[in-house]
């Protein structure tokens, strides 16, 4: 069973360039979310999603941009690279029922040098 | 979402059981008790969830007490691959107020350390 899939695993990226991390769920999930993980530091919530074409903001956007044109992939973009945004990405889905737990990929692992 | 609190740190024997605690005093009527784990690098796991009744999977059991401002997820026969950071959530369902539908707030978690 193939869950959240993320690539790539790892990147370093230079200062001022742009990349997409892929995110794909093979369940269906209307809900999809990104989070990045700093070292040592919880969670936090970058942008969500709650079906195809619609996305909203998490606690820290800024940076970042996604689209969500398929129920199937959320992708999340970087625009123009900084060294802040050094972290591990995790992407994450749920089901349409509000207490159904999130299911994460295995992260994408991004250095900014 | 309620605020929950757990020890930093704690040790099991292998084999034996583990008994992870947190507080979530603050808790209201509509918010489910949610457990992840994260093992190093990896992608944080679920294991289980509930609102107010006990309830049980393959991996764990999870108690709650009857006023429901804690709770304690039970590894029955923890291994060396059950070391890692567990995380113990509070969340209200998708739409129920929030801004963010569903979005869990991980805070820092128990590291739970399993000795041979």
């Known amino acids: 069973n193939a869950g959240v899939t993320q690539t790539p695993k790892f990147r370093i990226l230079k200062i001022g360039q742009s990349m997409t991390l892929q995110c794909a769920q093979d369940?269906?999930?209307?809900?999809m979310y990104w989070y990045r993980q700093d070292p040592g530091m919880g969670l936090k919530l970058i942008y969500y999603s709650v079906g195809a074409g619609i996305t909203d903001k998490g606690e820290v956007p800024n940076g970042y941009n996604v689209s969500r044109s398929t129920t199937e992939d959320f992708p999340l973009r970087l625009e123009l690279a900084a060294p802040s945004q050094t972290s591990v990405y995790f992407c994450?889905?749920?089901?349409?029922?509000?207490?159904?737990?999130?299911?994460f990929g295995d992260g994408t692992r991004l250095s900014i040098l | 979402d309620a605020k929950t609190t757990q020890p930093p740190s704690m040790d099991c024997a292998e084999g034996r059981a583990a008994n992870l605690p947190c507080n979530h005093s603050?808790?209201?009527?509509?918010?489910?008790v949610y457990w992840y784990r994260q093992i190093h690098s990896q992608g944080p796991q679920y294991i289980i969830h509930g609102l107010k009744n006990n309830e049980t999977n393959e991996m764990a059991s999870l108690i709650i007490t009857e006023d429901r401002k804690s709770s304690t997820l039970i590894l029955p026969h923890a291994t060396l691959r059950d070391t890692a950071v567990y995380y113990c959530i509070v969340r209200v369902g998708a739409g129920a107020g929030g801004t963010s539908y569903g979005k869990l707030t991980f805070g820092q978690g128990t590291i739970l350390t399993v000795h041979p």
């Open positions: 994450a889905s749920r089901g349409e029922y509000s207490n159904q737990p999130q299911h």
């Open positions: 369940m269906n999930h209307n809900y």
């Open positions: 603050t808790i209201s009527g509509n918010e489910y």
